[in-house]
């Protein structure tokens, strides 16, 4: 299995939210790896589930409906914590 | 309802009245910071009557709050806590708000440049609430340094509730809800229920919204416990409260549940073993759905509801397998008459298509500040007209047909296009725009808002500058989820949208 490449994925995810934080009319200048992303106002249930799906695709898991709190989903240092336990 | 407390806070003030997180309050301590929340409502000024607002997350605060305003004899306007400016200052303005109160500085929009603002520690109301957290109170008519106008019309006796809803106008209308409609409502729900004071009731969705908010009525009519869960974007944690809670009954959309089932079925069904009732409202619940609920949660009833804001508890049933009546959402409920009328407005026989109407004493006293709104909804001898067409079987079984106006129902979020069409309007490369209801490709929220949109002659349009545009001014349940960017519009002959090839061609 070939070594993953934490910062690029780190890059892309964050391109996908900054894309739909401005789609919300709520830009993310300079997101802060540990903010909580609920507190920005970008997801709900739907576009939660709709990131979770881009995840999946971009590592190429599938990631358990338990797995999505906020311990694992709340802020991008978690997101990545939770995909470097589970690559 | 702060009676209903009282009386159990008399009788067993050490039980459990609230969860909130790690939070836990007893029907005693509930009732004290309602008190304590009246209190500083009323030392702020508000007096009977005065209209305050609350744009608050679902939490303890917000049922604290929720109950204080309604001590001080204040009418309750429930907001929603992420809208965007302009929309909370129209509420303000309409009902010529006296106070808002929200749940930190952020939240009150338009109404934190107020020069009278009163913050309160939640830990001064709440028993062992961190520190941290607040109630922020600011006086919007303190910004204007003067008074708030009087309303045109007379507030119905009793009033305590105004409940802002998408009807067929572009703005927003303010559902005029009395103390005495709102008890039968709880009534209602706990006769239907059966709810006991051993019941736990989850609530999963917000409380701003009527459906919500009804439910804690209903909890507390019953001296039952109310379980607020919290992170509501995320269904697993959301699940993992309620199954931690023991909770016995929940109510929601079929889109919520549909996501439950899709994702979550595992945890839905660790829940059977202590949810004995789940309600789902605001939006048809396809009938695959029903099944999916009842054979994850093989015991509990699955009730499917009917309710309007102007009527909050019409029909509902349980879901059974084979289904004996399949597309009907049930009986009326005990004390609720229902009828159809044809054009004229003459009760229609059984099973004859027509506009839905009922009796009730449920009912909404009429629309804040909109008299001929109010006229449209009341009819004669007490009926109300309901904005659904269907047919009444000769048992009495309704069947619903789709709505009479345009109002697109998105995953049990009512839509009007009107309010989306003008906020598009605003945008300077827009010439010309429509929107309409279309079906949810994913299947989740039954229908989405599409915008059909003109851009200006030499303008460039596209759905993200859009969807950019619209959400800085509407509520995101309003903002469209597709686009399409057309040269003209269809119009009749007299010069209107034509809605009809519109549909047409996205079909």
């Known amino acids: ?87 | 309802m702060l009676e209903w407390l009282r009386q159990r806070a008399a009788r067993e003030g050490g039980a459990e009245a609230l969860v909130d997180g790690g939070q836990r309050l007893t029907f005693a301590q509930l009732a004290a910071a309602a008190c304590a929340v009246a209190a500083r409502v009323q030392a702020a000024g508000v007096a009977p009557g005065d209209r305050v607002g609350l744009a608050c997350e679902n939490s303890a605060a917000f049922v604290a709050a929720y109950l204080g305003i309604l001590d001080c004899g204040a009418v309750f306007v429930p907001l929603d806590p992420s809208a965007p400016p302009a929309v909370l200052q129209s509420a303000i303005e309409d009902t010529a708000m006296r106070w808002l109160i929200a749940d930190g500085p952020a939240r009150l929009g338009p109404a934190a440049a107020s020069s009278d603002v009163v913050r309160v520690g939640l830990d001064e109301i709440l028993p062992g609430n961190p520190p941290s957290g607040s109630l922020t109170l600011a006086s919007p008519a303190a910004r204007a340094g003067q008074a708030p106008a009087a309303p045109e019309e007379t507030a119905p006796d009793g009033l305590q509730a105004i409940v802002y809803t998408s009807g067929t106008t572009g703005r927003p209308k303010g559902v005029m809800l009395t103390a005495s409609a709102l008890r039968e409502v709880a009534e209602a729900g706990v006769a239907m229920l059966g709810l006991r004071a051993s019941d736990r009731v989850g609530i999963i969705t917000p409380l701003f919204h009527l459906y919500a908010l009804r439910e804690v009525d209903a909890a507390l009519r019953a001296g039952a416990c109310l379980v607020l869960a919290r992170n509501l974007t995320f269904p697993a944690s959301v699940l993992r409260q309620v199954h931690a809670e023991r909770v016995t009954y929940l109510s929601g959309v079929p889109a919520g549940f549909a996501l439950l089932v899709e994702r979550y079925a595992e945890m839905l069904a660790r829940c059977g073993d202590h949810l004995r009732a789940v309600a789902l409202g605001t939006a048809p619940c396809p009938p695959a759905l029903a099944a999916a609920i009842r054979s994850l949660l093989p015991k509990a009833r699955v009730i499917l509801t009917y309710g309007l804001t102007e009527a909050s508890r019409v029909c509902c049933r349980d879901a059974e397998e084979p289904d004996p009546r399949p597309g009907s959402i049930g009986r009326p409920y005990p004390g609720v008459e229902l009828r159809t009328l044809d054009d004229r407005g003459m009760p229609l026989p059984p099973n004859t298509p027509g506009r839905i109407a009922l009796r009730t004493a449920m009912a909404a006293a009429g629309y804040w500040n909109r008299p001929e709104a109010t006229r449209d909804l009341r009819l004669a001898e007490g009926w109300i007209l309901s904005p659904d067409h269907g047919r009444i079987d000769e048992n009495g079984y309704l069947f619903l047909q789709g709505r009479v106006d345009e109002v697109i129902n998105s995953g049990g979020e009512k839509v009007s296009p009107d309010e989306v069409e003008a906020a598009l309007r605003g945008h300077p490369q827009v010439a010309d725009c429509a929107v309409l209801s279309a079906d949810d490709p994913d299947g989740h929220l039954g229908q989405i808002v599409l915008a059909i949109v003109v851009p200006a002659p030499g303008g460039r349009l596209d759905a993200e500058e859009l969807t950019r545009f619209c959400a800085g001014r509407l509520e995101l349940r309003k903002v469209p989820r597709a686009f399409r960017i057309v040269e003209s519009l269809p119009r009749t002959a007299l010069g209107k949208v034509d809605r009809g090839r519109l549909r047409a061609a996205e079909a």
Not at chain 1, 12 to 33: F, I, M, Q, V
Not at chain 1, 34 to 39: F, N, P, S
């Open chain 1, 1 to 87: 299995m070939p070594t993953t490449d934490f910062a690029s994925l780190e890059t892309t995810l964050r391109g996908y939210l900054e894309k739909l934080a401005d789609s919300r009319g709520k830009a993310l200048p300079n997101l802060g790896r540990a903010e909580r992303l609920i507190d920005r106002g970008i997801f709900d249930s739907m576009s939660l589930l709709d990131f979770v799906v881009f995840t999946e695709k971009s590592c190429g898991i599938k990631i358990p409906g338990e797995d999505v709190h906020p311990e694992n989903f709340g802020s991008l240092e978690a997101i990545m914590l939770y995909l470097q336990e589970r690559l």
